[in-house]
Nanobody, 119 residues
Framework: QAQLVETGGAEVQSGGSLQLSCAVS????????MAWYRQTPGKQREFVAR?????????NYSDSVQGRFHIWRDNPKKTVFLQMDSLKPEDTGVYYC???????????WGQGTRVSVSS
């Protein structure tokens, strides 16, 4: 059974940094594209960043975080990370880890970790 566990959420001041982690078990981690999404009350969940399966060669980011956030994967540890720098109040939300199989229509979500950025 797939399990994605996010950690690292916290309250920080504007301009600060956080590193989120998502530990994955129960699936063949290396075969999954991994991504981070976030959601704030009253809004739809939005894409933040993605790293490709296997060696994580390809990454992409939403325009709002490009240049401030960095995603990478550690396959031996079955963990995906999101380094968030120069945080802004609009980065506040619950951050969710997402896994999508590289070939099949199989998707998994974590329970989320909360990030709060004060001005």
């Amino acid at each position: 059974q797939a399990q994605l566990v996010e950690t690292g959420g916290a309250e920080v001041q504007s301009g600060g940094s956080l590193q989120l982690s998502c530990a994955v078990s129960g699936i063949g981690f290396i075969l999954y594209h991994m991504a981070w999404y976030r959601q704030t009350p009253g809004k739809q969940r939005e894409f933040v960043a993605r790293v490709s399966s296997l060696m994580g060669t390809y990454t992409n980011y939403s325009d709002s975080v490009q240049g401030r956030f960095h995603i990478w994967r550690d396959n031996p540890k079955k963990t995906v990370f999101l380094q968030m720098d120069s945080l802004k109040p609009e980065d506040t939300g619950v951050y969710y880890c997402n896994a999508v199989h590289q070939l099949y229509a199989e998707e998994h979500w974590g329970q989320g970790t909360r990030v709060s950025v004060s001005s």
